[in-house]
């Protein structure tokens, strides 16, 4: 496998990557639909098409997820727990084998900074780990229902599984959903995002490889509308995990209620990051800057809400301007402080936001602007940017921008805080920075949110559960939590005597 320096040069001189797959991954190996039509994708660093890859349609994920079905019920299924963690285990290994390319194809799809490339699939090798060693201890339970009766639980499976993939970040939820599934027993078929299908096909080609039998991962590429939905509607699907945006979330529970299909949803946020005036001033600004501009801010859980006390907002906004002004725009594979976002078209949603923002007369501190690399002159940039002194009912603190925009609210004290963390109609994190822990702890009590961040933003792994509350969603993600999202629980009681 080429190192990561061989891969960036073969783009450079090239344009594209050899390795990178064509067709659907459907019942073991690489397949190509008759109709032969085919997409292209986007490097968001250049503005240019750097690949193409198949556009399905509903008679390929049809087939994909009758694939799935009949190896479901005669292999997978009944595999030994402990035959499923080492395929596993397996894959966690070959993940890391595949790191250069992955994490180059993945910065070429989504426009995301190498080296945040390289950590999404470390991350994703140690979510197959992790689930590697849940497959033998999905232990059931009994009931005490006295000398005559024996009572207990079983956990099964709960079958075939469709996975909608999101382009922020696609390896890393393609591996929180795929592997505790396949540790609970379940078959996959999964839909990456248009923007970003490579390396949810690579993902799959490594699970054969490391032992998985044809037909329990399969992936199919496509538009929502021509594979997405005949999939979230199929029949055959007994479990959907979507991420993506409140309103299409709201078409696939739609979907999955007409067969009444089991569904874990995490539709975005509005974090708020609250800051308090007896914080560590510089674990606040370090934390507060990582939390916005990370992956230009392309992130559910980004902490896009600055929500701090008074007594000290002038000088900490300052500061934070100065260095937010000091970060580097350029394009993934030259490990820029921020890239670019996703798309042309979501480029504009986000100078949207600015734009009517400034027209309100909002005080825009550094920022606001559509930009390039400054190398090339190309590619889909917005400047790093901070609005200040906004009030809680304005679009900017109540609408998810999902960009490189820090919207900054000013608080009284710590009850002021609170009120407006919980102003908003997300509820998927937040972040809490102050040095009085029976304070943070109250705080994160009370913070409508499904995870809580203390004095630092992101803290946490694949062991620790993730989702929303309000319209971020319901359902939970990694940990043991999202083991059992992919099973359903049978009870059985007997009498003996």
């Known amino acids: 496998m080429s190192g ?3 891969l ?17 991954f459907i019942d073991g190996s690489f397949t190509q639909p008759s109709h032969n039509r085919t997409m292209e994708s986007f490097d968001p660093g250049r503005g240019e098409a750097f690949a193409r890859f198949t556009a399905g349609t509903a008679e390929d994920v049809d087939q994909a997820v009758k694939s799935s079905k009949v190896a479901f019920e005669t292999v997978w299924r009944d595999m030994a727990p402990v035959e499923r963690s080492r395929i596993l285990l397996q894959a966690s290994k070959l993940i890391l084998e595949n790191l250069d390319l992955l994490a180059v194809a993945e910065t070429l799809d989504s426009g995301k900074a190498l080296q945040e490339a390289q950590g999404d699939v470390r991350g994703a090798a140690r979510t197959f780990e992790y689930y590697a060693g849940a497959c033998d201890k999905l ?6 229902l006295g000398p005559n009766y024996v009572g207990y639980a079983i956990h099964e499976p709960v079958g075939v599984t469709a996975h909608i993939i999101p382009w922020n970040f696609p390896i890393s939820t393609a591996a929180r959903g795929f592997a505790p599934a396949l540790a609970a027993g379940c078959t996959v078929v ?22 998985l039998p044809a037909g329990v991962c399969n992936v199919v590429t496509g538009t929502g509308a021509e594979t997405g939905a005949p999939l979230t509607s199929h029949p055959d699907v007994d479990h959907i995990t979507f991420t ?29 990051v609250v800051v308090l005036g007896d914080c560590d001033r ?13 992956n230009a801010g392309q992130i559910c859980s980004a ?17 934070l301007v100065k260095r937010t002004k000091s970060l580097t725009l350029g394009h993934g594979l030259g490990n820029p402080d921020v890239g670019p976002v996703n798309s042309a078209g979501h480029l504009a949603k986000v100078a949207g936001f600015v734009d009517r923002a400034r027209a309100r007369g909002a005080d825009i501190v550094t920022g606001g602007a559509v930009a390039a690399d400054p190398k090339t002159g190309k590619g889909w940039f917005y400047e790093p940017t901070i609005v200040d002194s906004v009030s809680a009912s304005d679009e900017l603190a109540q609408e998810e921008i999902f960009g490189p925009v820090l919207t900054v609210q000013v608080a009284d004290d710590a009850d002021h805080a609170l009120a407006l963390a919980n102003d908003c109609q997300y509820g998927l994190v937040a972040g809490i920075y102050t040095s009085n822990f029976a304070k943070a702890h109250q705080l994160a009590r009370k913070i409508d949110a499904g995870q809580i961040y203390i004095n630092e933003y992101f803290a946490g792994g694949i062991e620790v559960p993730f989702g929303g509350n309000k319209k971020s969603g319901f359902g939970r993600e990694k940990g043991l939590e999202g083991l059992k999202s992919y099973c359903k629980t ?8």
Request: net charge negative; aromatic share 4%.
């Open 282 to 294: 510089e674990q606040a600004l370090s934390g507060v800057l990582g939390a916005i501009y990370e």
């Open 8 to 24: 960036i040069a073969e783009y450079q001189a090239t344009g594209t990557l050899k390795a990178l797959p064509l067709g659907h």
């Open 139 to 144: 232990q059931g339970d009994s009931f005490p």
């Open 244 to 272: 993506g945006s409140v309103q299409t979330g709201k078409a696939v529970m739609k979907a999955a209620a007409d067969e009444i299909t089991r569904v874990v949803l995490e539709l975005g946020g509005k974090s708020p």
């Open 303 to 319: 902490g896009s809400r600055l929500v701090i006390e008074k007594n000290i907002h002038a000088d900490f906004v300052a500061e």
């Open 190 to 211: 999964a839909k990456p995002a248009e923007q970003t299908p490579f390396t949810a096909l690579l993902l799959a080609k490594i699970l054969h490889d490391a032992g």
């Open 4 to 6: 990561a320096s061989e």
């Open 490 to 497: 049978k009870s059985i009681a007997a009498r003996i005597g």
